[in-house]
């Protein structure tokens, strides 16, 4: 039987510093979220609905929101986006391959109306390290 390489258990320990490093800024995120949302639930008789095709967009034009509701979105608005950059900070400083110090990145392939092409991004369960080929699982 074949032992478990180095870089297995510390993927592992550098996995978790990550959700550790993030948890909090997830909640801020979603809380956020939620912040931007509440003038459209608390006005939804105001709420304009226009159909573009195959989506529908929904707006809510500022006379029919109070100061408050207005402060309360711009306020979600910039805490999600302060969030959204932490996490971001946070995944490129802990989640590195043990081996070469590298982010692991994958790539994958869109196809369908409107979307056709090769994407990279975050790989978030890779069973080896795309730039180094260290086993991660």
Not at 23 to 41: E, K, Q
Not at 59 to 73: M, P
């Amino acid at each position: 039987m074949e032992s478990t390489p180095w870089t297995v258990n510390a993927w592992r320990r550098q996995r978790r510093a990550t959700w550790v490093a993030i948890r909090l800024w997830v909640i801020v995120l979603l809380a956020g979220m939620i912040g931007f949302s509440i003038p459209f639930w608390v006005n939804r008789e105001h709420v304009h609905k226009q159909e573009l095709g195959n989506r529908t967009r929904y707006t809510l034009s500022a006379n029919d929101e109070t100061e408050g509701e207005f402060t309360l979105g711009l306020v979600s608005l910039v805490i999600t986006g302060v969030a959204g950059i932490a996490i971001i900070f946070a995944v490129r400083r802990h989640y590195r391959c043990p081996k070469c110090n590298e982010i692991p990145m994958g790539t994958w392939t869109n196809f369908g109306p409107g979307s056709f092409g090769v994407n990279r991004g975050l790989d978030l369960f890779p069973a080896t390290c795309p730039n180094c080929g260290a086993r991660l699982r």
